[in-house]
C-alpha cells in the first residue's frame, strides 16, 4: 500500500513544474489526483501540459481527474472543488501550488498583475481551503500544503544586494505563510494540518527555464522536483502535532524528517535532494 492510498488530492498549478510532479507523486502512493490548470493544452512557449500530466499518471495506472480552471477568476473556485469531488470523492489532501511571478520594478507594477498576483498567490489558497475544509472537519483529518517561496522572507540591512522586483511575488507569498499558520492553529484541534513549503531558491523547471530568471550559480545548488515532490508527500502524511502550522523549506524539511528522495514514479531512490538529473515517469 501507499502512503496516500485511495485518498483523493485536488493539485493547482500542475501542468509542469513542481505541480506536475507532486501529482505523479502523489499518484504513485495510490492517491486519486484531481489537477488543475488555466487550459488543457501545450502552452505556446512552455513544455509540458495538464492533459500530458494527467496521461502519464493514468499510464501508471493512477486515476486522475484534470479539471480547467483560472485560479485568478474566483467564481470558478467553487465549480472546480465540486467536480474534483464528483469525479473522486471528497477532498482529504489540498495542494495550493499555483502561482503567479511577475518580476517587475515596483514603479512598473501594473495594478492588473497586482490584482492578478494577489487572487492567485493568496486568494485562490484562501478559498480553496474555505472549500475543502468542511469536509475535512466533519471526516475529523485532512491536510493542506501552501507551496511557498523564499522571496516571503523580508530584506535586512544592508540592502545593496536586495532584488527590488521580488516586492510583489513576495508581499503574496508573506501572506499565504501568515494564514497557514493561522488555519494550522484554528484546525488543530480538528485533525487537519496545514504547513508551508517553499525551495530554499529557485527549481528548474520549464517555467524559470524558459524566463531565464534563474542565475547559474543558482541552479548549481537548486533543489529539484523530485526532492519538492518528497517533501510535499511528507507534509502532507503527517499525524504529528509538532509537524502543523510550519513555514518550512525543501531541504531542510526532508533533513528533519531523515527522508528519502524518489522520482515521481515512487520506484527509484535518489542521491540526496539536490539530484537534478533526467528521471522515469516524466
Known sequence: M???????VLVTGASRGIGAAIA???????????????????HAHLVGSLSETAAIIEAAGGKVAPIVGDL???????DLVKQAESELGPIEVLVNNAAAAFYLPFTETSEKRFRVANDINFFAPWRLSQLVVPGM????????????????????QPFQDFDATS??????????????????????????????????????TEGTEALGIVPEEAL?????REAMAEASLALCVTRDPAMNGRITFCTPILDELARKIFTVDGKTELAGPRENQAVAFR
Open 137 to 156: 472537519r466533519e471526516r475529523g483529518e485532512g491536510w493542506i500544503l501552501n507551496i511557498s517561496s523564499a522571496t516571503s522572507y523580508w530584506p535586512k
Open 24 to 42: 505523479k507523486r502523489f499518484a504513485a502512493e495510490g492517491a486519486r489526483v484531481a489537477i488543475t490548470a488555466r487550459t488543457l493544452d501545450q
Open 2 to 8: 501507499g502512503e496516500l492510498d485511495g485518498r483523493v
Open 167 to 204: 516586492i510583489l511575488y513576495g508581499s503574496t507569498k508573506a501572506a499565504l505563510e501568515r494564514f497557514t499558520t493561522g488555519l494550522a492553529a484554528a484546525l488543530a484541534k480538528e485533525g487537519i494540518w496545514v504547513n508551508s513549503m517553499a525551495p530554499l531558491g529557485a527549481v528548474p
Open 72 to 78: 485568478a477568476d474566483s467564481t470558478c473556485l467553487e
Open 220 to 224: 548549481a545548488i537548486a533543489e529539484s
